[in-house]
């Protein structure tokens, strides 16, 4: 268990506990793409968070990396694994990571302390997932924000749709979802996705200012009000790994991962 100042150091992940704070840093190069790796981690970060919540408000969630906050799920490992199975197996397996991440992003959307995505750069697809997540997003005016699974024919995995739904007004959810268009900190900003948009590298920094601020109320107010105000949606959060496990056996979709990981391109997924 983490107690007082203290560290935890992985591969993809690191976090810390002081001052009543979790930080949790995002490190995997080349823009945080979440595969397996990453997933394993994030499961030992939940159940150390679940010790750590007794001692601190607030969770920050950023990346150490400069091209942007995590640029979703690691297609190429997705479909090299795909690859290696039949059909029936292939689904199986995506299905069993999709239960896995939703776990890990329940419990921190559920997590009775604040939580904070300090966002900058690509924030897309998972990324923009694992974003929606957390109570506030804090963007620093170079953050984009887009779904792009669109591309390869299927929908967000990680329970975007559902968190945009419960957040946002229906347009705004069908826009991003069916364009595949990305959005800016500033019209994030304007349609109430984000929270806050601060100077190009401000964000962890305006994070933690608002994390101090929120040390200053009771916890136990704050994690009724959130409780209040954040249902977790859990039946749609089924119906999408549901979706998303019909739409991954289409051919269309095997083609589009093919394209994708067959591009020379240096960050394929950028609009």
């Known amino acids: 268990k983490l107690q007082g100042?203290?560290?935890?150091?992985?591969?993809?992940?690191?976090w810390t506990l002081a001052d009543g704070v979790i930080e949790l840093a995002l490190h995997r190069e080349p823009c945080n793409e979440l595969g397996l790796v990453s997933l394993d981690e994030f499961e030992k970060f939940a159940t150390d968070l679940e010790g750590m919540q007794a001692e601190a408000h607030a969770l920050i969630i950023y990346s150490e990396l400069k091209p942007g906050f995590c640029a979703g799920a690691d297609l190429r490992e997705l479909y090299q694994r795909s690859q290696t199975m039949d059909?029936?197996?292939?689904?199986?397996?995506?299905?069993?990571f999709l239960e896995r991440i939703h776990h890990v992003l329940n419990l921190i959307?559920?997590?009775?302390?604040?939580?904070?995505?300090?966002?900058?750069?690509?924030?897309?697809g998972g990324g923009f997932e694992l974003a929606l997540a957390c109570d506030l997003i804090i963007a620093d005016k170079?953050?984009?924000f887009c779904f792009p699974e669109l591309r390869l024919g299927l929908i967000p995995g990680?329970?975007?749709?559902?968190?945009?739904?419960?957040d946002l007004g229906n347009a705004v959810v069908r826009d991003l979802l069916l364009t595949g268009r990305s959005f800016n900190a500033t019209k994030a900003q304007q349609i109430g996705l984000v929270s806050q948009v601060v100077g190009e590298g401000e964000a962890l920094r305006a994070a933690r200012a608002t994390a101090v601020q929120l040390g200053k109320f009771d916890r136990a107010t704050a994690a009724a009000a959130k409780r209040f105000i954040k249902p977790i949606p859990?039946?749609?959060?089924?119906?999408e790994i549901d979706i998303f496990c019909e739409l991954f056996a289409r051919p269309?979709?095997?083609?589009g991962l093919r394209?994708?990981?067959?591009?020379?391109?240096?960050?394929p997924y950028l609009p």
């Open 5 to 14: 100042a203290s560290r935890r150091s992985a591969s993809a992940l690191s």
């Open 87 to 96: 059909k029936a197996e292939a689904v199986k397996g995506v299905r069993d």
């Open 259 to 267: 394209k994708f990981v067959e591009s020379t391109d240096a960050l």
């Open 109 to 124: 959307d559920a997590a009775p302390l604040t939580t904070i995505a300090a966002v900058h750069g690509v924030t897309f």
């Open 234 to 239: 859990h039946e749609e959060l089924r119906r």
């Open 252 to 255: 269309a979709v095997q083609a």
């Open 158 to 166: 990680f329970g975007g749709i559902p968190r945009l739904k419960r």
């Open 142 to 144: 170079m953050a984009r």
